[in-house]
């Protein structure tokens, strides 16, 4: 597990940021999404999701829409102008420096960052599902681990799930679990427009 | 000699720092010239494997890409930064703090 170096950041053993290490552990072992591209904006998606709910759930099982939703809060050095290193509420808000440069996460396909940089983009790109899942998460309410978590979870493990897997086939799987896990409530339709919401359709 | 490096991924993408930066020892003081050819004699850069693979898994770990030009050879390497070679790792991070350096010193000449 790489936690980072010090260079430009503190507070690297800071819980969420372990929490993002420990998921790339779990996302290898059940999805093995490769670390590229698509597939790998969805691995780092998925490892900013569980250092969310586990800070939140650390806070003693926060509401979704009291939550901050920073990934790596105050890990910067004094003289860096950030507040975190990603924001899954509002992707590209969560640092702009003059040393560093802005933010670059978009939060909607539009702005869909193509680049050989960072794999492909893998830390950029997963602004997008970032902010699908906490579309998801505070629509449905309550504690994200209850509901929302557990239907990314059981996506993770879904062997439908191929190892390139792109944006849709991802959320078209979010939906089919959440169909799967919660029949008779709203939370399929609720994931169903977040998804929308950030540019991608979801059709059977 | 000119050594370019590149640094990119980490735990989070910095676009302001993710630009190549080179260095030309002739236009740097003795000193530092001096200590940055040693750095790379140490390492035996020329000798290294121009890619080495991450372990499988890993994930959020940097990436450096080194090129360095001499009048007689060149050569370019792409590293992560789970390095165990302590003689590359010293070569690494002193790229990586003259990087650092070059590029607040353009900020301050930048900023009015």
Do not use: C
């Not at chain 1, 944006?167 to 799967?180: G, K, P, V």
């Amino acid at each position: 597990m790489v936690f980072g170096d010090g260079f430009l950041m503190d507070h690297l053993t800071e819980l969420t940021v372990a929490a993002h290490e420990l998921t790339h552990g779990v996302t290898e072992v059940e999805a093995q999404l490769v670390y590229h591209t698509q597939s790998g904006a969805l691995n780092e998606h998925v490892s900013d999701v569980f250092d969310s709910v586990v800070k939140q759930y650390a806070n003693g099982k926060q509401d979704a829409e009291k939550a901050d939703w920073l990934i790596g809060e105050g890990t910067w050095r004094d003289d860096i102008q950030g507040t975190a290193l990603r924001s899954m509420s509002n992707p590209g808000s969560a640092f702009d420096d003059p040393l560093i440069g802005k933010d670059p996460q978009p939060g909607h396909m539009d702005d869909y960052v193509r680049t050989n940089d960072d794999n492909g983009g893998v830390h950029i790109n997963s602004g997008i599902p970032n902010r699908a899942f906490y579309l998801v998460a505070t629509r449905i309410g309550g504690f994200a681990g209850n509901r929302a978590a557990r239907i990314w979870y059981e996506t993770l493990r879904d062997r439908q799930l191929r190892i390139r897997a792109k944006f849709r086939e991802f959320a078209l799987l979010t939906y089919i679990n959440a169909w799967n896990l919660f029949p008779e409530g709203d939370e399929a339709n609720i994931v169903k427009n977040a998804w929308a919401e950030v540019g991608i359709e979801i059709s059977q | 000699m000119r050594i370019r490096f590149k640094s990119e991924g980490g735990i989070v993408h910095f676009p302001g720092l993710s630009e190549p930066v080179t260095i030309d020892t002739v236009e740097l003081p003795v000193e530092q010239a001096n200590e940055l050819e040693r750095l790379i004699e140490v390492a035996d850069f020329f000798e290294l494997p121009a890619t080495s693979a991450p372990p499988p898994g890993a994930a959020d770990y940097q990436q450096y890409t080194i090129s360095v030009t001499t009048p007689s050879r060149s050569h370019e390497v792409r590293l992560t930064d789970l390095i165990e070679n302590p003689h590359v790792r010293e070569l690494v991070n002193h790229l990586r703090a003259k990087t650092i350096e070059a590029r607040l010193a353009a900020r301050r000449r930048d900023t009015p």
